[in-house]
Structure formats: C-alpha cells, structure tokens
C-alpha cells in the first residue's frame, strides 16, 4: 500500500529527530520520498553507520512503503544491535514484518515482546496480550468473503472505492488524462485522480468509464470520497492545494476535505462551489471521509490533537450551509495507538481498517456493529484480511456484496480493488440451563449461588439454583465453546463444573453437584442441619445422659471445626400424652442440650435459640389416635440442629 500511505495520514511526528549528517536523507524521508529515503539510509549503513537512528529510519522507509521484506532485513539488524535500547513500538512493527512474510509463529511470539514492553502504557498492549485472543483464533476464523480481483486494476495503485448511482467512483494513479504524467516520489507513480466505472449486474467486476469529474481533479492527490443520501454533495480527499500546495512549518504538505455541489440538469454530471470544510488545518491532516445514512453525521480521519494513535477516526454533526459541529474522537473502543482509517458506516456498523487491532498484518478490514454505541471491533479474517494491507471497504449490506482494497501479492498492482460477496457465519448462541443436586443424598439444592465464566476466567453472569434445584443464565453464549460454572452454598464445598456448549443454536444442559463440607451436615427442605444419631432421654426427663452426651459431642467438635458456626436447637416429641405436656418437656430437653454444647466450651451466642415444640411438627401421619408403631412414634421425638450461619 505505497501511495495510500500518504493518504493514511502517518504521523511524521513520531519519528521526528533529524540527523545533520543524514540531511538529505532525512529531507527525502520528512516529504515522504521513501524510496529515495531508503537508498540514502542504506547508503550510510554500507559506509559503518549503524546507528539506531540509520536503522530504525531504513526500516521505517520500507515499512511505510509497505515492503515488508526489506523492512524485516533493517529491523532485524536494528533488534541484533540494540536489543534492550528499542521503544516499543518498533518490536510492534517487527512483529508486522514477520506478518507480512508469513511468519505467523515469530509475530506472535514479538506481539507478545511488545505488550510486555509497552505494559500499560499503550492500549495495543492489551489488544496484543493474546491472553484472550491470539493471532490463531484470527487465522482460525471460519472464511466468510469470496473475492475478485477487478478489471479496472492496473500496475498502479488502485483504490478508495465509493457507490455512485448504480456506478463505482474509485481513485487510480493511471493517467488516463492528455496530460503528461507527473510522479510522485513517494514510490515514482503519477498522481491520484478519481475515476467513473461501470458495475456489472453480478456486482462482480468493474469496467473504466471515464474521468469522473475534471472540475475536482487536480495536478495533485484526490482520492477517498463520499456522498450525501441524496448523492448530491460529495465529500472528498485532496492534499493542500489551493493553485501550490499548502505546507506546515515543517514544510509537509496535510491532507484536507472538501465539499462541492452536483450541478442539476446536465447531460455530463459536472461539480461546482468546491469549499474547504471547515475543521481542516494547514497543521495536520483531514481525509477519508463517510457519511451515515441518515445524512446527519460525517465521519473521517485525522491526526489532530485530542488523537490516540498516528491516525484515528473523528465524526462531525452536518449542520447545513458548510456548518459542522466540532470534531470529537470515537474513542479508545475504536482508537488505538496505531492508525485506524478508511471508515465506511452503514445503518449497522462501522467498518475500517486498522493496524492497532489484532490482525493478520499491516491494516487489517475490522467490524464494529452500532445500536446505541459502537462494540468492540471484530476482525474479519481471511481472505478479506492477509499479512498485508486490507482497507477501503464498502458493502451493499442488502446483498452482501461490495467492494475492498488490498496490496496482497497476488494482485496486478500496487494496490487493487476486489470485488466480494459475504457469506455472514450462521449466528449459533446457546445457553445453559441445569441443576443443582446433592452428590451424596441427590436432592435438589435451592438457593445455589452459580457463576457462569468464560475460558479466560471472565465473568459473564451470575444467577440462583430455584425450586428443584433448577437454574439458567440469560447469557447467550457461543455454541461449541467451553465454559466453567462456579458454584457455592453456605454448608457444601465450592465446585467448578466445566462445559462445553452443544454445536447447534439450542440449550446446553449442566448438572451441577456439590458436597457438604461434613457428613454430619445434610440439607432437608432447602434447611441445613446437624444430622446426628437419635438423642434418648429417660422417661419424663431431660437431662443429659452419657449415650446422648457421646452424640452430642459430634456438634461440639463440628461446631469447633466451623468457628462462625450459628445453630438453633429444636425438640420434638411424639404425639402421645399431653400437648401442653409435651411442648413443656421438650423445650426443657431442648435448654438441657444448648446448656450441655456451652459446657463443651461453645460460645453461648452461637446457640441463636433452644426450643421445644411438643407434638406440633409431626414429620408423618403418626397424630393422637392414629396406630403407628413404635418405631414411627420414634422418629417424631427428635432433637435437631438448625444451620443458621457458617
């Protein structure tokens, strides 16, 4: 991508020292002559120089030239030289070089030098971690374009497609004037126009018409454009020139956008009252623009202060009259520290390229879908996206075809234009669904706390098992995709469940089991409670006798175990005899136990309560004058301890 890096906006300043005995070196280099640059730098590395500087500037020439097999040969002498005296940023543009040889293995491996180097200090630190995505979950993206290569493609750069009508206006740096040709020493090709082509009707190809307006067309750069909805002004990309061009104090020339007015009524679609916007700067560049489909907003690129990275991408409210708000950045969800161009907005989502995002190399195509914001920006792999430049994409989202640009090396040129149609990847979302159990009783468990994570450990959603142990998470998760259920209850011991969702769009069903902490513990009707063997009393009495005090002691020691343990004492007799009686005698019961558990050394506050309840919580049918046996009547005369707390 040669002569679309001058239209990419890279920021001279980044790289900005100057060496006096490299002048004209450095002089090539500032005007962005990177051909003639390389040669100088490369000239001075043959004679003994191998400065940093030398080194990381013969890089740089060639990495902005997007000749990545030659800046790979300059970076690699400059990491063999200064291995621990490098900024960050040059491990981040070595692992693009490895990219762009196809080298896949080495990139990761120097993308994870540079997130380590930058640390916090660089958002494209985060991006390249490869702690949750890695450059093979790119590559292993399911394939979803199939591209051609266009007839209007030439041995130049070809690029910066827009919809016109039922046409497609591009930009090309063929001469297809009578006038002579004049290069641009960026890489010796002419100059950038825009042209007209034909669509065929399969949206597959193009065909050259014409110029598509002389009246916009200047001896210098125009390219990247947009139109209204109504397509009856256009936005374009021009380099400062207004008769010579425009330069900073630096003497480097920006990139403005301008404005003009379709003329009604001609046979020839002919421009007029051509204006400058007005948030253009002679200081920095303005350009790639695009316009939302409601005609209310216009998004373009630039290096202007407030930016993240080299270049990023700004949007303005259009306010009529050549009035517009002022600029504001689309922030760090879209921006990062490397450059970000070429937006192209639809009703759903913003497409654009990138070198910030994990991708396959140089600027990758990238997908932020738009409701009431714009999410995280999404790689669209191969093979729109390759280890080279990918940019400049345009979709009829109708018919999921459209139009991208590439420097890829199967092409006929420098840069060429390809047509595509998408196959979007069947949406497959599932959700999980389960229950919570015992692992020893296999009851239900109600009132479970679940955690749904993802691989990396990242919470997704948090929920309650019900009644009958049942539970869902709204979370709709992808399908064939392993997950982790964390899942707790005061009493059982923390589980972690793993699950792989099933391939198909539907519902995954978990079982989740969890165990007590203790045997002695069991659950009953949702209630946690000390299971222990039956406590005697003699007959009419409620003191403790030694066959009880050896069951009892299992609370005591428990109770030891799991010092916040808080219980409650509860006991129950059968239905023979008295009520009245009955409820006396087994709250006495109830008091003897909590005073005999204090005596074992058990803090009194964590008895919360000793009741007796007589007759009145009968667990089966055994009522006043209903026959049951002895052994039924037994299981009335209980004594049981409640978990209030652990």
């Not at 293995?105 to 200090?121: E, H, L």
């Not at 009252?273 to 005609?295: A, C, I, M, R, W």
């Not at 964390?486 to 089991?513: D, Q």
Request: charged share 25%.
């Amino acid at each position: 991508m040669k002569n679309i890096i001058t239209l990419s906006l890279i920021l001279l300043s980044l790289f900005g020292y100057s060496q006096k005995k490299h002048k004209r070196a450095d002089e090539f280099f500032d005007k962005m002559w990177y051909i003639e640059a390389a040669k100088e730098y490369e000239a001075a590395i043959e004679k003994g120089d191998k400065s940093k500087e030398v080194l990381q500037k013969a890089g740089d020439a060639y990495y902005f030239n997007t000749n990545m097999e030659e800046a790979h040969k300059w970076y690699d002498a400059l990491l063999s030289e200064y291995p621990n005296n490098v900024e960050a940023e040059y491990l981040f543009r070595y692992a693009h070089t490895f990219q762009g040889i196809d080298d896949n293995r080495s990139a990761k491996k120097w993308m994870k030098k540079f997130s380590q180097k930058a640390n916090n200090q660089d958002p494209r630190a985060q991006k390249y971690s490869q702690e949750k995505i890695s450059i093979e979950d790119v590559l292993d993206l399911e394939p979803q374009f199939t591209l051609k290569n266009l007839e209007i493609n030439s041995e130049f750069s070809d690029f910066g497609p827009m919809y016109f009508k039922d046409q497609l206006v591009y930009s090309s740096a063929v001469d297809t004037s009578n006038y002579h040709t004049r290069n641009y020493h960026w890489n010796e090709q002419p100059f950038l126009n825009m042209l007209l082509g034909e669509i065929n009707p399969a949206q597959t190809d193009v065909k050259f018409l014409e110029e598509f307006s002389r009246e916009l067309n200047t001896r210098y750069h125009e390219a990247t454009l947009a139109f209204s909805p109504d397509e009856k002004t256009i936005y374009f990309t021009r380099n400062n020139f207004n008769g010579d061009l425009g330069r900073d104090d630096e003497g480097i020339n920006h990139l403005k956008l301008y404005s003009a007015k379709i003329v009604e009524g001609g046979e020839k679609i002919e421009w007029t009252d051509v204006q400058e916007l007005p948030f253009n700067s002679d200081e920095y560049s303005v350009g790639h623009p695009t316009v939302s489909k409601n005609g209310k907003k216009l998004y373009f690129v630039s290096d202007m202060p407030g930016s993240i990275g080299g270049t990023d991408i700004f949007v303005v409210d259009i306010l009529g009259d050549n009035n517009y708000s002022q600029p504001k950045n689309l922030g760090p969800n879209i921006n990062t520290y490397g450059r970000e161009m070429f937006p192209y907005i639809t009703d759903n989502a913003l497409y654009f390229a990138s070198d910030g995002h994990l991708g396959l190399g140089g600027l990758d195509v990238f997908e932020s879908k738009y409701e009431y914001s714009f999410d995280t920006p999404v790689n669209l792999g191969a093979p729109l996206n390759s280890n080279l430049d990918d940019f400049g994409y345009i979709v009829d989202e109708n018919t999921n075809k459209g139009y991208v640009c590439s420097n890829r090396k199967s092409g006929k040129g420098d840069d060429d234009i390809y047509s595509f149609e998408r196959t979007p990847i069947e949406v497959c979302d599932q959700t999980i669904t389960g229950v919570v159990s015992n692992a020893t009783t296999k009851g239900f468990i109600s009132g479970a706390k679940l955690t749904l994570l993802s691989e990396n450990g990242e919470i997704l959603e948090e929920t309650q098992s019900q009644s009958g142990g049942k539970f869902s998470f709204n979370y709709e998760v992808d399908c064939n995709t392993p997950y982790e259920i964390k899942t707790e209850k005061t009493g059982y011991k923390p589980s972690t469940t793993a699950a792989i969702t099933n391939k198909k769009s539907g519902e995954t069903n978990v079982p989740v089991t969890l165990s007590t902490v203790n045997k002695l513990i069991v659950e009953e009707d949702g209630v946690l409670k000390i299971k222990i063997g039956i406590i005697y009393f003699d007959l009419d009495k409620s003191f403790i006798r030694n066959d009880a005090a050896s069951e009892l002691n299992k609370v005591v020691l428990l109770m030891k175990e799991y010092p916040d343990m808080v219980i409650k004492v509860e006991s129950h007799t059968d239905s023979r005899g008295n009520n009245d009686y009955n409820a006396q005698l087994s709250d006495r019961r109830a008091k003897s136990t909590r005073k005999y558990i204090i005596s074992q050394e058990i803090e009194a506050n964590r008895i919360e309560s000793a009741i007796g309840y007589g007759e009145s919580q009968l667990i089966n049918e055994c009522a006043d004058d209903t026959p049951c046996s002895e052994a039924r009547h037994q299981l009335n005369r209980r004594s049981e301890f409640i978990i209030i707390k652990m």
